[in-house]
């Protein structure tokens, strides 16, 4: 399976400085730009997309729906299992007020949200049950920051904490050959 993943556009709360996960923000005039931008960069690779997915919330759906219209591709398909980890009682505040814990939240739970390992999970299962349904398509996901990295650490064998640091860009798009179900980057590595 080709796959073609893509970070939402600029939202409202990311322009502020606020943390989002599973919170929902429009996008920002420049995020609609983004999302154009990254139409027309999907459209210069030549890649006919087959299918497309995106997690349900606003800010995917939003810019998964621009590049769809553009490139005259069907309606995505919402997955809940592609949506950003939840940082439960951070959502809405400021991104520094969520204070450091050692070791980070690989298996601690943010308080009323998720650890990045519930998260990895129900990312690498909605990316599965994808390949399952096409193993020779092109599908374009767009989704979040957290999901392309667990995407990205299980594909590449690395550590999904060392890349959490990582930034993943909103006009990023990150085009990998799946051949094989992908594994938690988290289960596999304990």
């Known amino acids: 399976m080709k796959l073609l993943i893509t970070r939402h556009g600029q939202a409202d709360d990311n322009a502020c400085g606020i943390t989002m996960g ?3 923000s429009k996008l920002t005039v420049l ?3 983004q999302a154009e931008r990254k139409a027309l960069k999907i459209k210069k690779l030549s890649q006919k997309i087959d299918r497309v997915y995106t997690s349900d919330l606003g800010r995917s759906v939003q810019t998964a729906q621009i590049i769809s219209d553009i490139l005259g591709l ?3 398909t919402s997955d ?3 949506q950003e980890i939840s940082f439960g009682k951070y959502e809405g505040l400021p991104y520094d007020a969520i ?3 050692e070791g980070g939240y690989m298996k601690v739970r943010f308080p009323d949200g998720e650890s990045n390992e519930i998260m990895a999970t129900r990312v690498i299962n909605a990316v ?3 390949y399952e349904a096409g193993k020779d398509a092109c599908v374009l996901i767009v989704t979040h920051s957290g999901p392309i990295t ?3 650490a299980s594909y590449y064998g690395r550590d999904l904490q060392a890349m959490l640091d990582d930034k993943i860009e909103n006009e990023e798009i ?3 050959q799946v051949d094989r179900k992908l594994a938690n980057p988290i289960s596999e590595k304990e």
Request: proline share 4%.
């Open 22 to 24: 599973q919170r929902d």
């Open 31 to 33: 995020g609609v730009r």
């Open 74 to 76: 069907q309606k995505a």
């Open 80 to 82: 809940k299992d592609l």
């Open 99 to 101: 204070p450091h814990i």
């Open 128 to 130: 599965n049950r994808i």
């Open 150 to 152: 667990v995407i990205l």
């Open 174 to 176: 990150v085009e990998l």
